[in-house]
């Protein structure tokens, strides 16, 4: 299977803040420069876990979005995370952290990766415009992370 996605992992307590991701990310995916998966796109009736599975296994680059909810979904420990660093560490996946609001990220595999943003100034503690400008840098770095892995798969 090609790794040609970008997949999102995310708390579903944080939901709001892959909403503002996907916004800011929208004219790159309608222009067709990037695919997005997240779990919103598991329709009524499908096997959600196998959805992810697949989805998984096509993703290029990773994006995680980091928060205390994050790391204490034992959902996202157990099924999401390992496959992901297992293929950063096998097949070049790219991870992308972004620091949702503080927390323990350095007590876990995630402190291994540079965040695409400063951890010591999560996104929660920007003031509207500041947040605006981090999260189109970030959307900046997944696109670059994307035309990396395409260039190199």
């Given amino acids: 299977m090609e790794r040609e996605q970008v997949f999102i992992s995310y708390s579903h307590k944080d939901k709001v803040w892959l909403d503002k991701l996907r916004t800011m990310l929208k004219p790159m995916i309608r222009n067709q420069k990037i695919f997005v998966w997240d779990d919103t796109k598991i329709q009524a009736g499908a096997k959600w876990k196998e959805e992810i599975e697949q989805a998984l296994a096509r993703a290029s680059v990773a994006v995680l979005m980091v928060s205390p909810d994050f790391l204490a979904s034992d959902f996202i420990a157990d099924h999401e995370l390992p496959p992901l660093l297992d293929a950063a560490r096998k097949e070049g996946v790219k991870i992308i952290w972004i620091p949702i609001t503080y927390c323990?990220?350095?007590?876990?595999?995630?402190?291994e990766y540079q965040a695409v943003y400063n951890p010591k100034q999560p996104l929660d503690t920007l003031n509207p415009a500041d947040l605006n400008k981090a999260l189109v840098k970030i959307c900046k770095e997944i696109k670059t992370a994307v035309t990396e892995s395409s260039q190199n798969p």
Avoid at 104 to 111: N, Q
């Fill in 104 to 111: 323990l990220y350095d007590e876990t595999e995630i402190g």
